[in-house]
């Protein structure tokens, strides 16, 4: 593993990628590293991304991320949440890589709209900024309606606006209301 002390999860996650990458699995980084990218920087601890397997697969990459040398723990989701699992990815120094696994109202094409990002000599795969925004509007917090709004500053007249409003809609009328309230402020 690249890590070599506490505070690398972003070093872990390069590791997670080569396993994903070698699993077939597509992802797309998203939270905080993701809010960096698109003009909300802030720190975190560890590192997230979305990845596209049903939960029927997440015990066999449980399995393979253990084999590769991560601790790893699944959880599950009720019928309530909207993510259908979390597994999380870690090392012995504490770093963390979670994936989370199927985002109620994601849209199907987010992970065609990723976008490349060089990091320590490899490309991440970085979830793009109307899909960033849409799922901040979604989860709704006061530091994710921040990153939202930095977001949506940084995106300038770039922002695929109609695109936005149809992903901000696919999560619900809360996330809609939400996303018009920043875009007229």
């Known amino acids: 593993m690249r890590t070599g002390g506490p505070g690398e999860s972003a070093l872990l996650l390069l590791d997670v990628v080569d ?47 253990k084999a590769s040398g991560f601790s790893a723990d699944l959880s599950r989701g009720d019928l309530d949440d909207p993510i259908s699992g979390v597994l999380k990815l870690g090392d012995s120094w504490d770093n963390r890589v979670d994936l989370l696994i199927g985002l109620r109202g994601m849209d199907s094409q987010a992970f065609d709209r990723v976008v490349d990002v060089p990091f320590e000599g490899q490309n991440l795969r970085f979830i793009g900024r109307e899909d960033f925004i849409a799922m901040k509007v979604f989860a709704g917090g006061p530091l994710d309606l921040v990153d939202a709004a930095r977001a949506l500053a940084a995106g300038g007249t770039s922002l695929d606006r109609p695109l936005l409003r149809r992903l901000a809609g696919k999560f619900g009328r809360e996330a809609s209301a939400a996303l018009e309230k920043l875009l007229t402020e």
Request: glycine residues 6%; without cysteine.
């Open 19 to 65: 396993l994903l990458n070698v699993q077939k699995i597509t992802y797309a980084v998203i939270g905080a590293l993701a809010a960096s990218v698109h003009g909300a920087v802030r720190a975190s601890l560890d590192a997230d991304a979305l990845i596209s397997i049903p939960l029927s697969q997440a015990t066999q990459l449980q399995g393979a991320a």
